[in-house]
């Protein structure tokens, strides 16, 4: 497992935007580019769900609560992965995660809570 550090998170009105940063600060640059990479979040009571992945080739997928407001993207040469959120909802309350895979090993992030209410 890699160590996985998010920040980014916090309180926003609906219709706002955050943008949530997953960073590897113990992983070189040789290494950091062969994981996929994603972002999951989990409400309250609920299971954790996939919202957005990017493939070690930069290829992306997303839940369709995300398509067409969040984009997912990564900086291999700062091993950095980012989730742009707009339009946010009250329904995408929830704690985000960072999460990591390479060769069927996953590994998560501290999680950081991301609020929308008015």
């Known amino acids: 497992q890699i160590h996985l550090v998010e920040s980014g998170g916090g309180s926003v009105q609906p219709g706002g935007s955050l943008r949530l940063l997953c960073t590897a600060p113990?992983?070189?640059?040789?290494?950091?580019?062969?994981?996929?990479m994603a972002w999951y979040r989990q409400a309250p009571g609920k299971q954790r769900e996939l919202v957005a992945a990017?493939?070690?080739?930069?290829?992306?997928n997303y839940a369709d609560s995300a398509k067409g407001r969040f984009t997912i993207s990564r900086n291999n040469s700062r091993k950095t992965v980012t989730l742009q959120m707009n339009s946010l909802q009250s329904e995408d309350t929830a704690t985000y995660y960072c999460?990591?895979?390479?060769?069927?090993?996953?590994?998560w992030g501290q999680g950081t809570q991301v609020t929308v209410s008015s």
């Open positions: 999460n990591s895979q390479r060769e069927s090993v996953d590994s």
């Open positions: 113990r992983l070189i640059f040789s290494t950091f580019i062969q994981y996929d």
């Open positions: 990017i493939t070690n080739s930069g290829t992306t």
